[in-house]
């Protein structure tokens, strides 16, 4: 199984690395959750209302100030790619339930967090 580390999204240094973010996405949803619809977009904003969140649109926000920091934003980029998942298969996406612990295991498993925790 690949790894982001063999594709080339550079790093995150501020708002402006959303091409590098949007790049992470890409790989991520074709890799991970190639079954599932992608999502309508990603934003970085400073006035999203917590790290990152999924919007009603299913867009992807995530705060600029999480932006800056590389691997934190590809963890929350994955977090809200679960509960998009889980949404499109009209499966309740809370946190500390068995369904998101069970994409955050097969997640695990996958390699999809190598290298970011």
């Known amino acids: 199984m690949r790894n982001f580390d063999d594709e080339p999204f550079g790093s995150v240094v501020d708002e402006s690395s959303e091409t590098d973010l949007q790049r992470a996405l890409t790989f991520f949803q074709k890799e991970y959750f190639s079954g599932v619809p992608c999502v309508a977009g990603l934003e970085i904003a400073p006035d999203v209302p917590g790290p990152a969140l999924l919007t009603e649109t ?19 980029i994955l977090h809200e790619l679960i509960h998009h998942a889980l949404q499109q298969k009209d499966v309740s996406d809370d946190e ?22």
Do not use: C, N
């Open 58 to 76: 299913g867009a992807i926000r995530v705060h600029s100030a999480a932006a800056t920091w590389p691997r934190t934003a590809r963890v929350l």
């Open 96 to 117: 500390d339930g068995e369904p998101f612990q069970a994409e955050l295991e097969r997640l695990w498993k996958a390699g999809a967090y190598r290298k970011l925790l």
